[in-house]
């Protein structure tokens, strides 16, 4: 049987890779791995780059492509027969790549290498690969003892099985839930374009009447216009407990999760799991993290009491003095009703002009004039699922950067979120450089009827967010493969995904892409003024909630003691209440469906801060856009040059030096915000 895993190149054969084919295939990428690992770390003579730097980057590079693949077919379109055969193969993959910077023998020759002439004459992107991959390898247990060395594999190879079962709960408790409403009239108050899509969703199913489920394009819309409030709170009940009960719980996952997190920090020297994941990125420990992440709260938290309060008073001001205090099932609600009561706006009357083909269109001239690249839709690629969609990206004289895949649209065998990553990290070549191979997903409102897909504005802007990552893929120039791209410290690869944001609120941008579906007129004067005028409406709500995202992440990374602070479920709903603008309710376990924090072995664990830390950057960044010109070449030029092309090949700090010619300052995001005077 010819195995697809094993062939894989510039167009991957997803038509035909099928669950049969990932035990074998993987198995036989560990042993070439394996080989090449062995080879190299009992290979004697004089070291060079090349057969030692350079030979140990390219080492797993088919396992770690055939990998990327098979992970994202579980991701993207999953059965039962794939489950099970990526989770007999991960913790085998995990294994071997622990087991790296513990084998003495790949030490042996990087510190040789290290101390040969050649080595010590690096410059530039060489130096900084050879002192971090040193660091990694130190980092990573390359000096522990044999007995450590076991101790640290086996954390490992759990981590990794662990967080795939907790990636698969969410999945399957997502999916698990429905709620079917028979009669038309509990609907009042969502909009047209909600009440169609639950139509055809129930249909789909063979069903009458109109299906809710927890994916976010059902979701959000009902938990923001249902006017029935006990719907809102059975929905919302059931949102903030996926994954915290029964067959699906992960409870003990998230528990076990940060025991042995914590026990791979200590085993490696770091106080805490924080230290040891920052100890190469932006914010260096976890101290520092904290005290970032304190520093916004303090400067955020007496406007959204302030929001709060206003909030509750609205309500009072529609139901009487003796209306409720706002439960969390209440905030959204009144929230999109203060809006439309303040602003005359309503976020529903953007989607007719937020077509999906046409923000496609707006993203790619949008980068083109920016970064003088042309994007086309070509179809001559295998894809994974009908509506998959495939494009080139050229170089204004035509050259090939690189090829991309678009994955837009809800599915039950489908992930929740919206995410990019690459499959195929191109590398100089005899004439220029082989080009890049990347993909975005999502889980926008999709097309209903004979109507297509209409965008909320926030699906516009994570349509451009997911956009700067892949831009920050496919333009790179960097000739390692590890440091190539998005291969950057987290708290700094949200920048060029985040910057892209600004982009769909400024009013020339606008104009190349937003314009009714049906008539083709552009978007009003008067609702982009009104959207506008509506930026910063409960702004310190929005920024406390991602600070207590952070707030909480760390927390469970630093302080928590099971011992001492009992549940963990609990713990983090104390240490969420603060930044909640409503008491939780007891039974909420949000953290048992929190992928970013438990999906992978890291992830964003310890890492959730990054966020609001490239936030700084970009809004920071943006100035010299806007002060200079949105769609100014010269500074996309210098933005492509200075960030996006570089990758890690340079220290973050710099690399935003060199772009801004200074340090970033908090102050834009506050201003931003509408909240510098707070």
Known sequence: MTNPLLELAFEIPFDQIRAEHVEPGIDALLEEARARQQALAASTGPRTFENTIAALDDMTHGLDTAANVVRHLEDVT??????????????????????????????????????????????????????????????????????????????DVELSRLTTKFAQNVLDSTNSWELVIAEEEKLAGLPPSARQAARESAAAKGLAGWRFTLQAPSYVPLMTYLDDRHTREQVYRAFVTRAAEGEHDNRPIITRILELRRAKAHLLGFRSFADFVLADRMAHTGAQAQAFLERLRERTEARFREENEELLAFRRSLEGSAAPPLAPWDTAYYAEKQRAALYDFDEEALRPYFPLERVLHGVFSTFERLYGVRVTESHDMPVWSPGVRTYRILEADGVHLGSFYTDWFPRENKRNGAWMDGFITGQPAEHGWEPHLGFVCGNLTPPVSNRPALLTHREVETVFHEFGHLMHHLLSRVELRSMSGTNVAWDFVELPSQIMENWCWERDALDMFAAHYETGERLPDELFGKMRRARTFRAANAQMRQLGFGTVDLALHIEYSPDRDGDVIEYANRTLQRFSPAPLPEAHAMIASFMHLFASPVGYGSGYYSYKWAEVLEADAFTRFHTEGVFSREIGNAFRDCILSRGDSEDPAELYRAFMGRDPDESALLARSGLLTR
């Open 78 to 155: 999953t059965t039962p027969e794939l489950r099970a055969a990526w989770n007999r193969v991960q913790p085998r993959i995990a294994e071997f790549r622990s087991r790296i910077p513990l084998d003495a023998g790949l030490w042996r020759v990087l510190s040789e290498y290290a101390e040969a002439p050649e080595a010590k004459s690096l410059t530039g992107p060489r130096r900084r690969f050879l002192h971090k991959t040193l660091d990694i390898f130190r980092r990573h247990g390359a000096e522990l003892d044999e007995t450590g060395k076991q101790r640290l594999q086996e954390i």
